[in-house]
T-cell receptor
Framework: NAGVMQNPRHLVRRRGQEARLRCSPM?????VYWYRQLPEEGLKFMVY????????ESGMPKERFSAEFPKEGPSILRIQQVVRGDSAAYFC??????????????FGPGTRLLVL | AQRVTQPEKLLSVFKGAPVELKCNYS??????LFWYVQYSRQRLQLLLR??SRESIKGFTADLNKGETSFHLKKPFAQEEDSAMYYC?????????????FGKGTLLTVNP
């Protein structure tokens, strides 16, 4: 089991461009979580998705950010019209069921986004 | 609101010395507490969680509800313990999947 996969590992964008970050959960996992880590900060929850459903997007900025987890394929975090403040590490985690006291979230290696 | 505070950004000890990484939390109910570790060039991984009461790689952590702390301890540090350590919290109830992380402590164990 290769674990949670994220690509690209590093992404450079100019202001105003779009960034697409991909996350493939661990085999057999259908719950995906996205976190953002700004420089010198801890990871902050952004969104929780199941296949074809957004369960909780309370941590997502209201504009320019969106996430999906289609029936087939990886989960995508999309950032439109990026700004310098979007530069951060974006981590994806997955679990086999809703992460609770019995389920562990397994993290991917992260995508480092740099906006020039 | 839930909050996790790790007061030390950097911690340096010598091999064989005891180590304690501090974590304090703020939460209105009964939280679940975790320690995650990130070794150099590796992904974030769960080290231990308070409900399992396990000792992993010689590390232990006790939840002190009176002091709202969950400090990570190891009696004899090893060089391979050098890593970034994050304390994290989740609440009970419907949104217990949301992990709140501290800013992390970079532990360096010197030979």
């Amino acid at each position: 089991n290769a674990g949670v996969m994220q690509n690209p590992r590093h992404l450079v964008r100019r202001r105003g461009q779009e960034a697409r970050l991909r996350c493939s959960p661990m085999k057999g996992h259908s719950h995906v979580y996205w976190y953002r880590q700004l420089p010198e900060e801890g990871l902050k929850f952004m969104v929780y998705l199941q296949k074809e459903n957004i369960i909780d997007e309370s941590g997502m900025p209201k504009e320019r950010f969106s996430a999906e987890f289609p029936k087939e394929g990886p989960s995508i975090l999309r950032i439109q019209q990026v700004v310098r403040g979007d530069s951060a590490a974006y981590f994806c985690a997955s679990s086999g069921s809703q992460s609770s006291w019995g389920e562990t979230q397994y993290f991917g290696p992260g995508t480092r986004l740099l906006v020039l | 609101a839930q909050r996790v505070t790790q007061p030390e950004k950097l911690l340096s000890v010598f091999k064989g010395a005891p180590v304690e990484l501090k974590c304090n939390y703020s939460y209105s109910g009964s939280p679940e507490l975790f320690w995650y570790v990130q070794y150099s060039r590796q992904r974030l991984q769960l080290l231990l969680r308070h409900i399992s009461r396990e000792s992993i790689k010689g590390f232990t952590a006790d939840l002190n509800k009176g002091e709202t702390s969950f400090h990570l301890k190891k009696p004899f540090a090893q060089e391979e313990d050098s890593a970034m350590y994050y304390c994290a919290l989740s609440g009970r109830g419907g949104s217990n999947y949301k992990l709140t992380f501290g800013k992390g402590t970079l532990l360096t164990v010197n030979p």
